[in-house]
């Protein structure tokens, strides 16, 4: 044995390593994903959502809630993100709870339906995002005569990272109401009530309503756009204009038909969800084919554009881990 393997050895009984032992210390590297992109057909979430209606009442499970998984990152979407499709039947009531997590509920069939935050009722419709973050109560309820589906988004994976996870249930399956429908977008909006006090640093539940989100596709849609993304909406703070959630940004994006965009490669991972529309998006060269319903995943540093086949417009969800790139100076973006 040479003299630097029992270095090694002995360090390694007291619990201790050389740097040397770590890597080759190559002169450059760049980030590199642990996983592929992945992409979910919409016929598939939607058969197993059918089936797990048919057997699984909510007053079996917590939630009725088809995650989608990556292969390489047990039960995630990503390293940071997971996204997935949640059915609520009607008159069915998904038990008031909090949890440490942020959260999202983008509504994708359906409508008729409320998700309650803090006793207050944000009514949720085809296109709506409603936002649920960390530490508030929330349940949801079916009052509608149809079945209802939303993507639930959160940064659990984030939360597991860091060991800080709390969940708490309610005590009772629905939360007295004490505000009223719209109270918060009154308070927040462009007109508010004076005297009215908000911590600008605080992150309220918030409803964005797809009839707004749909005018500002309308006007913004005779621009050029960006050559990277096409048109693309951020869901801001709406105090602040700055990112949905502390963890997690949420996105439009529309692809005019015939539209394709540059290449671009970002230190930030994306979820998509294609909420309308036919298309296609090329990550490092592998072309993934999507249509409406369909979900797919785009890993951080990898090149990616996107293109519409489609006659009519198509519209991205989306939702990433930027916000945490870049409050602690790790965000990085290139054409490529």
């Known amino acids: 044995m040479s003299d630097l393997d029992a270095i090694e050895r002995a360090l390694e009984e007291k619990n201790l390593f050389g740097y040397w032992t770590v890597g080759s210390g190559a002169a450059y590297a760049e980030p590199k994903s642990s996983f592929e992109p992945c992409l979910w057909k919409w016929q598939d979430v939607q058969d197993a959502l059918d089936r797990t209606g048919a057997e699984l009442g909510l007053d079996q499970t917590f939630r009725r809630f088809i995650g989608f998984s990556t292969p390489a990152l047990n039960k995630s979407t990503t390293h940071t993100l997971i996204l997935g499709a949640q059915l609520v039947k009607p008159g069915e009531i998904a038990e008031a709870h909090r949890h440490t997590m942020g959260a999202i509920r983008f509504v994708i069939r359906g409508g008729g339906a409320q998700t309650t935050v803090d006793g207050e009722p944000f009514p949720m419709e085809a296109g709506d995002l409603i936002t ?3 530490g508030t109560w929330h349940d949801h309820y079916n009052g509608s005569a149809e079945p209802v589906i939303w993507l639930d988004g959160a940064d659990r994976p984030i939360i597991k990272f860091f060991q800080i996870g709390f969940h708490e249930p309610f005590g009772e399956r629905r939360q007295p109401l004490s505000r009223a429908v719209g109270a918060t977008a009154h308070e927040l909006g462009p007109l508010r009530p004076n005297g009215l006090a908000h911590n600008a640093g605080a992150f309220p539940a918030y409803r964005y309503k797809w009839e707004d989100a749909l005018k500002a596709l309308e006007v913004l849609g005779e621009r050029p756009g960006d050559p990277h993304d096409g048109i693309l909406l951020r869901y801001t703070h ?21 539209e394709q965009t540059e290449s671009h490669r970002h230190t930030s991972t994306a979820v998509y969800h294609v909420f309308r529309g036919a298309g296609f998006t090329e990550i490092d060269d592998v072309r993934f084919d999507w249509q409406t319903g369909d979900s797919f995943t785009a890993p951080l540093w990898r090149r990616h554009r996107h293109g519409n086949t489609g006659r009519d417009e198509a519209v991205l969800f989306v939702m990433n881990d930027r ?5 602690l100076g790790f965000y990085r973006e290139e054409a490529a």
Do not use: F, I, N
Not at 323 to 327: F, I, R, S
């Open 132 to 134: 649920t973050p960390g």
């Open 323 to 327: 916000p945490v790139l870049e409050a």
């Open 238 to 258: 709406p105090l602040t204009g700055g990112p949905t959630l502390p963890t997690l940004s949420c996105e439009l994006q529309m692809l005019r038909p015939g």
